[in-house]
């Protein structure tokens, strides 16, 4: 570790992050004064620092809010932008006096186990996990201030890690040699620095430029609607989306006139779908329901390809629907995408193979496209931020063998004693998700139930990996959207709640489920 080494502080809890899921944590564990490291100056993480002009939230207020801190006009209909969402969090972080446990400017830039390495069994053979505050340091925190050399330790009995999956380690496609950035004579970068510049900074970039953005999930779309606009007139040039897997994506979230969470986030709906501990039975009437999961699928299917013009312009995706938003990737479209496209000012591009030449970008089928920049909207790598930080043994068995992260209840890692990942495993609500497993966390740490013996999480764990794998081909994303409910049944359940929030049979049935049915004080027996 270069720079100078400072003494060591030493606390009980450590939260690394400052995001939705480290304010969570943050709320939950207060009674243990935790001291939450940001990296940056501000609170928020990808909505202050992975943020376009254009970004927005893809629901609706109500299903984006902490439990007991609703949203100004939250019944509004609208989405509101990242600057309403920074806002927001700030006002609840404020209102609970949660700032006072931040500190800013503050990297984690190594994390070392100093505990029990007998307690560390790769094998799972270990029969307890243990106490999570151990009454002695088991992790020491490198902290790296205001981009400075000199680092300062940390110790802590329990640190909760929440710097996400999104962000600072951008994935980078990889090229055959003299087939790089190195040769093109024009700008490259990457989403997430074309997310620091400002509104002016995109003109300048933008305005009157030939420009390739690759990729065709969220950020993609947006990028090329910025694009767009800078590039009205007849002296505008047109942005190609160069894709290679096609994603569906949705105008809003209405079906046919019907509500689009009837289809996928009621306990009704997802009671047609597989979880994991289901017994014989229910596996029995899952694959006896798996026409009718396949029909609602078609369904939502057949009135995108009404909607929208997927057709005309290629971009009907090969998989079905369902896999999409059971892997978390289902995109709400600006309004003007497809007029955009209409007016040829977005055209697309097909190719599972591309590189480097110094006009631009060259494709697998022998043709070329011309291009002044090119913006990589490929995705970030949050495993490798992990791995960056933690030493061995921890560093390879962070993921297992099949991509996945193994935690239990999206929370602990069974092999990896006393620490926690909150923000890690996605669902379609994840503010939601964070802040209720963040209340599971606070409860653990009480002591107020035991986790199962290590055997038993990783079973667990190896399960769930198993429902992903089955419903869909991007299972290494973590995604739990087609059995969230049940997810929050088993949290409920394990801290001593009622699962079946709501006041009525019907509502139960029928009715999605959001924060405010899982505010503490609600205990409903139905």
Known sequence: MAGQQNHVISSRIGIIGGGISGIAAAKQLSSYNPIVFEATDSIGGVWKHCSYNSTKLQSLRRDYEFSDYPWPERDNSSFPSHIQILEYLHSYATNFDLLKFVRFNSKAVELRFIGDHDAVDANGKQGEYGSLLAG?????????????????????????????????????????????????????????????????????????????????????????????????????????????????????????????????STRFSQFLHERPDQGMLRSLLCHLCSPMRRAVSKFIESYLMWKLPLHKYGLKPDHPFEEDYASCQMAILPDNFFSEADKEKIKFKRASKWWFWDGGIQFDDNTKLEADVVVLATGFDGKKKLKAILHEPFRSIIESPSGVMPLYRSTIHPLIPNMAFVGYVESVANLQTAELRSKWLARLVDDRFKLPSVEKMIEKTNKETEVMKKTTRFYKRGCISTYSIHHSDEICEEMGWGSWRKKSWLSEAFSPYNSEDYKEETKMNI
């Open 136 to 264: 002695r340091p088991v992790w020491e925190v490198a902290v790296q201030t205001d981009q400075s050399q000199d680092v300062q330790w940390y110790s802590f009995e329990f640190v909760v890690v929440c710097i996400g999956k999104y962000g600072d380690i951008p994935k980078l496609p990889v090229f055959p040699p003299n087939k790089g950035p190195e040769i093109f004579q024009g700008q490259v970068l990457h989403s997430l620095d074309y997310s620091k510049l400002d509104k002016e900074g995109v003109t300048h970039l933008l305005k009157g430029k030939k420009v390739a953005v690759v990729g065709y999930k969220k950020s993609a779309i947006d990028v090329a609607v910025e694009c767009a606009e800078a590039n009205q007139g007849p002296e505008g040039q047109p942005c190609t989306m160069v894709i290679r897997t096609l994603h569906w994506t949705v105008p809003h979230y209405w079906v046919w006139g019907l509500p689009f969470s009837w289809f996928y």
